[in-house]
């Protein structure tokens, strides 16, 4: 197995973990009033040193956890864009978690603080990347029609225009509304869907 691949199973592995710990706080916070790292760990069935290369403390993972609890899980998005066209799917998904970072926005800003503090100091990987998970799921069909290179740069090119960090950007460094910041987030997104489209006329 080549290096790349062990690689890319390692980031699998850390993201279902993390997936697997949020689901576990969650479901304790649904019962609970107050919970620790170590009642979630114990959920998990994962070490408390485990549980504490992932979250450093009980407010970052009580943060994520309550954003989490807002979430489509990407199987839920994939059934909402199964038959839809190739450019509609990812118009919606941008949509879903644009829509999703406005309506936290407040309470997605403190998670973000949060995470680049920790991310100083920690060698994990601190958010979820629901976004890349969504959008490889969605577009699983398109690995064979496009070319390894342009689906890898599809994804990350539509996850850095998707969700609370472009939102940010448009707001804090372009000085735009919330209309203004989707209507041009929605039109890169277009603009980038057309050049791949009119690449390849395999996709519909």
């Not at 980031?11 to 997936?19: A, D, F, G, I, M």
């Not at 107050?34 to 549980?51: F, G, N, Q, Y």
Request: charge should be neutral; proline fraction near 1%.
């Amino acid at each position: 197995m080549i290096k790349s691949e062990i690689n890319k199973g390692r980031v699998k592995q850390k993201l279902q973990t993390r997936l697997e710990i949020l689901q576990a706080a969650k479901e304790l916070m649904q019962k609970e009033k107050k919970i620790t790292l170590e009642d979630v760990a114990k959920k998990a069935k994962i070490s408390r040193a485990t549980m504490y290369r992932y979250f450093s403390n009980i407010d970052l993972l009580f943060t994520e956890a309550t954003l989490d609890l807002h979430h489509k899980t990407s199987e839920q998005i994939f059934e909402d864009v199964k038959d839809l066209p190739f450019a509609e799917k990812i118009l919606y998904i941008q949509k879903h978690y644009f829509d999703l970072a406005q309506e936290n926005e407040t309470v997605f800003r403190r998670y973000l603080a949060a995470v680049l503090s920790e991310s100083i100091v920690s060698n994990e990987p601190l958010r979820g990347a629901r976004r890349m998970k969504s959008l490889n799921l969605a577009l699983e069909n398109y690995k064979g029609i496009l070319n390894e290179d342009t689906f890898n740069k599809l994804i990350n090119t539509t996850s850095v225009l998707t969700g609370i960090d472009s939102l940010i950007t448009c707001k804090d460094v372009c000085n735009l509304d919330n209309e203004e910041s989707y209507e041009t987030l929605k039109w890169a997104m277009e603009m980038i869907l057309k050049g791949i489209i009119l690449d390849n006329q395999k996709i519909q």
